[in-house]
């Protein structure tokens, strides 16, 4: 019985090992915009497309806003501004990110869902592979 408890342990610690883990962060600033709309807007779009491509969890949304103190180190680690998107995929204990917010802005003009939301779950999924 002990040694089926031992051998089901190290079954989870090797599979979380292997686990893949992506997070979509979204770099909000408290300007009159944002309390506006325009954050707001394409922060929930984005959030949408997480939540509805990834029910599972294994890619998740977070709000990272800029006047938070507790968020220094990641808006210096990734040099992030108000609206800025950055996808952060951590695989084997190692982690990968990519700034997509060139990707964020080109939606905010053009306005195109379809196209931002194949163009982001295309990158994130060749992320996590």
Same mark, same amino acid.
Request: net charge positive.
């Given at each position: 019985?002990?040694?089926?408890? %031992?051998?089901?342990?190290?079954?989870?610690?090797?599979?979380q090992q292997k686990k893949t883990s992506a997070e979509v962060l979204y770099?909000?600033?408290?300007?009159?915009?944002?309390?506006?709309?325009?954050?707001?807007?394409?922060?929930?779009?984005?959030? *949408?497309?997480?939540?509805?491509?990834?029910?599972?969890? *294994?890619?998740?949304?977070?709000?990272? *806003?800029?006047?938070?103190?507790?968020?220094?180190? %990641?808006?210096?680690?990734?040099?992030?501004?108000?609206?800025? %998107?950055v996808i952060v995929v951590t695989k084997k204990k190692k982690e990968t990110?990519?700034?997509?917010?060139?990707?964020?802005?080109?939606?905010?003009?053009?306005?195109?869902?379809?196209?931002?939301? *194949?163009? %982001?779950?295309?990158?994130?999924?060749?992320?996590?592979k």
């Amino acid at each position: 019985m002990l040694f089926i408890a %031992l051998f089901a342990a190290s079954g989870i610690a090797f599979a979380q090992q292997k686990k893949t883990s992506a997070e979509v962060l979204y770099f909000k600033a408290n300007l009159a915009c944002c309390v506006g709309r325009a954050c707001n807007a394409l922060e929930a779009t984005v959030k *949408k497309i997480v939540e509805k491509n990834w029910t599972d969890g *294994k890619v998740v949304f977070h709000q990272v *806003k800029l006047s938070d103190t507790v968020n220094n180190g %990641l808006i210096k680690k990734y040099n992030a501004k108000s609206q800025s %998107l950055v996808i952060v995929v951590t695989k084997k204990k190692k982690e990968t990110s990519a700034d997509v917010s060139t990707m964020l802005s080109d939606f905010a003009a053009k306005h195109d869902t379809a196209t931002f939301e *194949k163009d %982001l779950t295309v990158k994130i999924r060749e992320m996590i592979k």
